[in-house]
């Protein structure tokens, strides 16, 4: 059966409820939902945190992220303006949607 967006739990905003019911193919439905095309880049940053939270139970801040991306692909890419350019809403607002995050505490607080 496939996974669609319709198929699993989310809140008012389109964050997953339950990180559990991430997939890879739901990650790219949820991309198409934002207008980005789940590249290798952007595949890359969305396993990372995926791992990260797999590993940590939380989400990676933006500066861990950094220090993945200087490790996959050097110094020049490992630079905000280059995660943003990645994900144009914002890291948070993005990828971790991407990767079947729950909202971001931060931006629950900024409401």
């Not at 339950?18 to 934002?34: C, I, M, Y």
């Not at 980005?36 to 880049?41: I, K, S, Y």
């Not at 490992?78 to 931006?107: E, H, N, V, W």
Request: with cysteine; charged share 30%; glycine share 6%.
């Amino acid at each position: 059966m496939q996974t669609t967006v319709n198929h699993v739990a989310r809140d008012n905003e389109g964050y997953l409820l339950d990180p559990e019911d991430w997939n890879e193919e739901l990650a790219r439905a949820l991309a198409g939902e934002l207008s980005l095309a789940l590249d290798e880049e952007r595949r890359e940053i969305v396993l990372f945190v995926r791992n990260y939270y797999e590993e940590n139970a939380s989400v990676p801040e933006a500066r861990r992220v950094l220090r993945h991306m200087k490790q996959q692909w050097g110094e020049e890419k490992a630079t905000r303006k280059y995660l943003y350019s990645l994900f144009p809403g914002g890291y948070g607002q993005q990828a971790c949607k991407i990767a079947g995050m729950r909202k971001p505490l931060k931006l629950m607080l900024d409401v």
